[in-house]
């Protein structure tokens, strides 16, 4: 909790240093012999801008500067510790052709004040000079790995973005393309519905009974029609015109399973359960997840083999594809276009869809659907 606090609150950290180096800087005044009226205030001078090293490390790298060289210069001692600490910030947070410059210049009005500090002694004077261009490398290092976690950030974050628009850029494509298909389920229920009212209205008279079985069937027909459209409307926002053939349904499994098997991957198909009239969108959706899944397989598993079991029970469709292939890697995760495809699908008819590896290897798809035709 604290680290966090003062990584979110730098000036925690910059208050806590200068609060240091003031403590130093007051002892080692205090030292000068006849000169504490002098050395305090220089040392003030030198130590309080470094409260401003993140925001104008130049301006700050100067002051800190020249306090230093008439430090030095006055009573013939050297505090290194804010120039030292004016040189890291100067790389740390000034651009790097700019804080190399001022680095050199700082460097170079510091030689002469610490020839004079250290009597002209070659080995002294070197490894007094020499701390600052290691602070000035810190800093410059510290700089370097901040920018570089900055891009790696600013990458995640665009990848995260881009992953995003794709996902968003799939589920807009999938809509559309579900749009297209319910509108033809629709004009096909009205169809029917025109057929047979037109049906009635001939044999109203002569024969009633006939009649009102024409009824009860545009009955039907239009709330299955309201059913596909309130899904419709609820699911997409916009309906492509384009007009497509009919779509297939479960029916054209059979045909499905073959066609995949000449494609190479040999392929189970048992249904379960006494089959029963699905309402066409539900038909059709349940068809596409077949599909989609035998497809993945194909492209992606590298399987061998693949069951599909089409279960009906409890006013329920349920369909299960499992293949011997690599696992859900190669499938498609669950940020797949694919499998976006069949979430949307079932999730437009209040149905589920479940992803996963098997333990045995390979993977599984399962979709449950409702079977019921008429409006809930």
């Known amino acids: 909790m604290v680290w966090e606090r003062l990584r979110r609150n730098p000036w925690l950290i910059d208050a806590a240093l200068v609060g240091l180096l003031l403590l130093f800087a007051a002892g080692w005044a205090d030292r000068r012999d006849q000169g504490l009226a002098v050395a305090l205030p220089l040392s003030l001078v030198q130590v309080l801008p470094l409260l401003a090293r993140r925001r104008q490390p130049l301006i700050v790298l100067g002051i800190v500067i020249a306090a230093t060289v008439a430090l030095?210069?006055?009573?013939?001692?050297?505090?290194?510790?804010?120039?030292?600490?004016?040189?890291?910030?100067?790389?740390a947070h000034a651009d790097r052709r700019i804080a190399l410059l001022a680095g050199v210049a700082g460097l170079a009005a510091l030689i002469v004040p610490v020839l004079h500090e250290t009597d002209y002694d070659f080995t002294s004077f070197a490894f007094h000079l020499l701390v600052f261009p290691a602070a000035w490398v810190l800093g410059d290092n510290l700089r370097t790995r901040r920018a570089y976690y900055a891009a790696l950030e600013e990458r995640?974050?665009?990848?995260?973005r881009e992953r995003d628009?794709?996902?968003?850029?799939?589920?807009?494509?999938?809509?559309?393309?579900?749009?297209?298909?319910?509108h033809d389920v629709l004009a096909h229920n009205v169809s029917v519905m025109v057929v047979q009212a037109a049906a009635a209205g001939d044999v109203f008279d002569s024969h009633p009974g006939r009649a009102r079985e024409a009824l009860r069937s545009i009955e039907q027909t239009g709330r299955a029609a309201l059913q596909e459209l309130r899904r419709l409307l609820g699911a997409v926002r916009t309906v492509d015109d384009e007009a497509l053939a009919p779509q297939p349904g479960l029916k054209l499994l059979p045909e499905l399973v073959d066609h995949v098997r000449r494609a190479g991957l040999?392929?189970?198909?048992?249904?379960?359960g006494e089959p029963r009239p699905l309402a066409a969108g539900v038909d059709l959706s349940a068809y596409r997840v077949v599909q989609e899944a035998l497809t993945n397989t194909i492209k992606h598993a590298h399987a061998s083999t693949a069951d599909v079991r089409v279960r009906y029970d409890d006013g329920r469709v349920e369909l299960f594809v499992a293949d011997d292939g690599i696992g859900p890697s190669a499938n498609g995760s669950t940020d797949g276009h694919g499998l976006i495809g069949m979430r949307e699908r079932v999730a437009l008819y209040g149905g589920e869809l479940e992803t996963a590896a098997r333990p045995e290897g390979g993977f599984l798809v399962r979709a449950s659907l409702p079977a019921e035709h008429g409006v809930q």
């Open 165 to 182: 628009e794709q996902a968003q850029r799939a589920v807009a494509e999938e809509q559309a393309r579900i749009a297209r298909e319910l």
């Open 72 to 91: 030095t210069l006055h009573f013939h001692s050297l505090n290194p510790l804010p120039p030292f600490l004016a040189f890291y910030s100067v790389a």
């Open 266 to 272: 040999a392929v189970e198909l048992s249904v379960e």
């Open 156 to 160: 995640a974050a665009r990848l995260e």
